[in-house]
């Protein structure tokens, strides 16, 4: 049921019903978020060390007490975050439909490994991930820019976005984990008003900003004024046909059926159109249609809970902070006891400590003196010797201010399901089994974060398809990135010559249709250092056989002249060895030749199948053509005959005519009378060419004509 609001705005139009409408949902968002938003901001300043109450904390201060910090929230945080950097997951492409080129799909997974490995990117789905681990949420943007002020081509890049906090977008409405189906979404930014001013200086002055609103839905401050980048989709409903194509035997798909086709089935298809405005509370600043079929907006979230049919974000510092505040509060209280009890004293009787020795003494417990002297003269009243002076034990710690320590350490690893091996700490495990299965555990615990953070990666290679086609349309050359990172140039959209085989090739970006998946596994970088430790491994325990792996141990190696020690060992190995090698390099040879010419065979069945449609294409051309004369013919046989029949009834009134002239006025008149009729009937005769079906012979019904003038005749009577 459509609300009063949404009525309003349905009687406006243009730019005013945008901003009616973007104002609302605006507003709704900001609303159905505001938990989610204030538990993120109490999430993340914990995180950064504000962890007392305000209000103890300021009488602690008034009183002249302590109040620790000990930030072990945020060391649990950075290990979930370190981990995941380490092992990064990795978008592939891969051809989703039959006759989708596979080399074209590789160019395009090397294209995406070279957005996802630029330093932006990086930076991008970092910031992401860390705000998703510390406050609940992260958002990343998926952009194009220009590549250079000299040109017109544009590049794909992920865009940082700095504070979560100001992206607003409908959780309610969003029934996709990876909010794929997102409606419509805002990024605000504060800018001064100076700085608004000059930045748009056309924008219409409103004196009467509204100041009623508070917090998320404020659009002013006394100095400020918000803007936003408002993202919507718009549906156009169409309809999507399927028919029998007679000419191709095959089944298609089309939005207009051709005239005299039977539809088999239909349905209704709605087509997205992504549109992007820049606004303030007033007015649209700027407008753009965006490329792709969905909002470019990706979020980054940690655990997804409905709590009273409302969803809640739960991250890492959710559960941590009460053990946290604990912890603060046992440290503190254990420090400030130990501080305010007096140092062990130093037991002496009465005169050992001449006057003379009394400024050392009175230092005692302040520095280390190499050593304290006393009157050892002095005697006990019954003459004995007095004993040399001796400390008293110093005071104890109550044993519940360490043992709360203790508990409030455990239970910020019992809720964070990190423990000592996973924080780097030393434990009971003694095998290195053991300990790797329990630094294991530490990332099971969290893997949540993992999987979402992978359902977040493939939601921006998906983007990056929609995009690709719109934004690689033209004939450039591209940087590509291979698995082993090494970078390429590739020629898109246009023939291109290899300068090693000498083939021609096209890697088409604009046609076909592919897929993601995530490569969860160890990054290149990752399998070289474990192959480095691997083979370290197998020389240590088999040196007999070292000579053999040396030339692998060196090629993994990052360091300096790895190559030349490569080739060097290799040129070590035994023919034996290498002829293995070569073994080997011959059956990868054969399989990618045999998956070239599987290529080869799909390319010629796709040409063979292009060259058929285009034969049929002639053979329609030539039925229509032939049609068309048969009907340009019947057309002037028609004519030929109307114009016959009337030239018949013509000749009949020439003779009924000549013989009336006869019976009146004699033969005297008969040549006028035919003069006239000649005359007539050279103007009632269209001017068609000589030798035209129906033309008539000169010598039928009119004398013939001569160079010479033809003497005129009185007119009859």
Known sequence: MATEETTQEEQLTGDDRILARALRRFDNSADESRSIRSAFVEDVAFNAGKQWDAQVEQERQQDGRPCFTINRVRAFKNQVVNTWKQNRPSIKVRPKTEGTSLYTAEVIDGLIRHIMNNGDSKGAIDTAFDYAAMGGFGFVRVNVRYCADTGFEQEIYLERIENPASVYVPWHLCKKQDMSDLPYAFIRIKMSKDDFKRQYPQSKDKEGYDKSGVGDNSWVTEDSVYIAEYYEIEYEKTVLYEYLDPGMNALTYVKELPDGVKALRSRDVFAPTVNWYLLTQFEVLDREKWAGKTIPIVPFIADEIIVNNKKELVSITRNARHPQIMLNHWVTSFTEQVALQPKSPW?????????????????????????????????????????????????????????????????????????????????????????????HQGDTANF????????????????????????????????????????????VNQVHKSKDTGDTTVYDTTKGEYEVFIDVGPSYETKRIEAVESLNLILQNMPNIAVNFLDLLFQNMDVPNANRMAARARAMLPPQVLQADQQADQITMEAMLHSTAADLQRIMQELNMTKAQRDQLMQAVQQLQ????????????????????????????????QEEVVKQHGAANLATVDAAMQMHQMSASPNLPAGTPGQPSPSVGMPAQSNSPVPMRSPIG
Do not use: C
């Open 347 to 439: 037991l002496v009787a009465v005169g050992q400590i001449t006057k003379k020795l009394l400024p050392r003494w009175k230092t005692a417990n302040t520095k280390n003196h190499a050593f304290l002297e006393y009157d050892a003269s002095k005697t006990a009243p019954n003459g004995n010797p007095l004993p040399a002076p001796q400390r008293i034990a110093p005071p104890q710690v109550g044993d519940a201010l360490t043992m709360g320590v203790s508990i409030a350490s455990d239970a910020m690893k019992q809720v964070t399901g990190m423990y000592d091996p996973s924080l780097g700490n030393e434990s009971n495990e003694t095998s290195g089994k053991a300990i790797i299965a329990r630094q």
């Open 448 to 491: 949540h974060l993992y999987d979402n953070a992978t359902r977040a990666i493939r939601r921006i290679g998906q983007i990056f398809l929609e995009l690709i086609p719109k934004v690689y349309d033209s004939a450039r050359s591209v940087i590509i990135l291979g698995e082993d990172m090494a970078p390429k140039i590739a020629v």
């Open 626 to 657: 032939g049609a068309l004369k048969d009907k340009q013919d019947g057309m002037h046989l028609k004519y030929t005959e109307i114009l016959t029949k009337a030239q018949t009834e013509l000749q009949k009134a020439q003779v009924g005519l």
